[in-house]
């Protein structure tokens, strides 16, 4: 739900839409299109399934997993995550993983999830952003966030602006 936009005030304000923004300001037009693939409530094994069966389609040349509050289940994560990275790979796509943000008033350190996310990475060679501790650090700067898990337009913002050097440094 965070990745498909909720929590944004109006259109153009979710963090995937901000991000192209971003990346379009320090490249120029034309040279990164952001394709937002949330889908709201669903666990990572289903979006791994919808990966495979359709966004590969899409021939991205970057995905970015900003997944963990749906998942309950450490092992069928792990599974997940790895599936992500091993497809992403057969086909020339490049992965990086985001742990996914609260808010500090439900999960001041990390969610239960990011260790599981951080394993993968450092086993799979997938770089990682800890989209967490960037919203963290910016706790007392603005209004951050609707409920617990559901970011601001200016928590997306922040989103995106802690993706952005990752995803150019990532991008063909």
């Keep these: 739900s965070q990745t498909w936009g909720a929590g944004a005030r109006r259109p153009g ?5 901000v991000l192209e923004a971003l990346l379009a300001e ?9 394709v937002n693939a949330g889908i709201s409530g669903l666990d990572a094994a289903w979006l791994l399934d ?6 590969l ?3 991205p ?6 997944l963990s509050n749906n998942d309950e289940d450490a092992g069928a ?13 057969a086909n020339g796509v490049r992965t ?3 742990l996914e943000a609260n808010s500090i008033g439900k999960t001041p350190g990390e969610l239960a999830m990011h260790a599981v996310m951080r394993a993968v990475a450092r086993e799979r060679g997938v770089p990682l952003v800890d989209v967490h501790a960037a919203l963290k650090r910016a706790a ?6 609707w409920d617990f898990v559901h970011p601001t337009s200016f928590g997306h913002r922040l989103i995106a602006e802690a993706l952005a050097p990752e995803v150019e440094a990532l991008a063909p």
């Design 96 to 98: 990086l993983f985001a």
């Design 77 to 89: 994560f792990a599974a997940a995550l790895a599936g992500f990275a091993e497809v992403n790979e």
């Design 61 to 66: 040349d970057l995905v970015v997993v900003n």
């Design 50 to 55: 919808i990966h495979r069966a359709d966004w």
């Design 57 to 59: 389609a899409l021939e």
């Design 13 to 17: 304000e979710t963090f995937v839409e």
């Design 26 to 34: 320090r490249a120029g037009p034309g040279r990164y299109e952001c």
């Design 140 to 145: 007392g700067r603005g209004f951050l966030w």
